[in-house]
Each structure stands twice: as C-alpha cells, then as structure tokens.
C-alpha cells in the first residue's frame, strides 16, 4: 500500500470509530471529543439566544463574597477546561455505581465512579490552596449558574437569571 493511502485510512479510523461509539448513545462518547462537541446541533436563532454562565466565588477575610478569576484557579489546567470541571461540581461529589442503556441499541452498561474518597480528600486540598492564593477562606466555594440571555439583532446581554447555586464545603 501507497504510504498517503496507509495515512488516510488510520485517519479515517481514528475519526470514525468514535463517531460510530457516539452515535449508539451520547454517554458513550469518547473525552475529550474529537468529533463536534456540542452534540452536533446548531444554535436556535429564532429566539433570543440563551446560555449558561458558570462563575466561581469565595469569601474574602472581611467575609465579603468575592468572584474567583477561573485562569488563576485553574492555572496549569487550560481555562477551556473549566466548565466541564465546574459542571461536575470540582469533582467534589461522589458518584455512584449506575446501570444506563444506551437510547438506540437499549444495550445495558455498567458506569463506575472515576473519583474515590482518597481523590475527593486530594482535590479538597488542591481547592483549598488555589482558594487562599486568590485571597479567599479556604473553608467554602460557591458555584453559581446564571442563564444570559442575548438580544437577537445586537447580540446584547438582555436579561440575566440565577438558576442554580451550589455551596461546597471544604471543612467537614
């Protein structure tokens, strides 16, 4: 085989294996995408553009609730992997052992835990430093999801809304 043709056909594997894993069902899907990460759908533009807004805040030494800068906090971790982190709530939750079927096959799969308590005692640490170099206790973290709405035409924040908040203590 021509050299160009042996490339092109581990590329073409490398692509469509994955693609054909996701396709069975989105929770099989392998991470970090390579295939389009936001699930393949466009965003609806008939309305007015809605998104989640992730925001990470600490207490001060006044007591004063204070924004974290998610490049510092993060930081060696690229800020691009930032949402994925917070959506899991830092990794700070444990996860339970959970039978799923996947949506187009209905094949069972067992999904396992990828933290356990010795991490979750690791990461409290990790939190509690990047907590104090920002100036914050080290004792709570605060997790807010706000929904923004954008302006059709001008692409203007419109309205912005809290929906979830989520407070993490890092003391038992």
Known sequence: MNRSYKTFFLVSIAL?????????????????????????KQVDYSNNPTLIKQALYGFDKKGKLKKIDHRLFFHPIPVEYSNWIINRNLGLLEEKVQTKKTGRLGISYIKRPKTDSGDIIETKKWIKERLQNQGCLDSIIIIRKNRITLSRGSHNIKGKKLVEEIVLQLYE
Do not use: A, G, R
Not at 17 to 37: A, C, Q, R
């Open 16 to 40: 469509i294996l994955p693609f054909m894993v996701k396709t069975i069902d989105i929770h099989l899907e392998i991470f970090p995408s390579i295939i389009l990460p936001s699930y393949s």
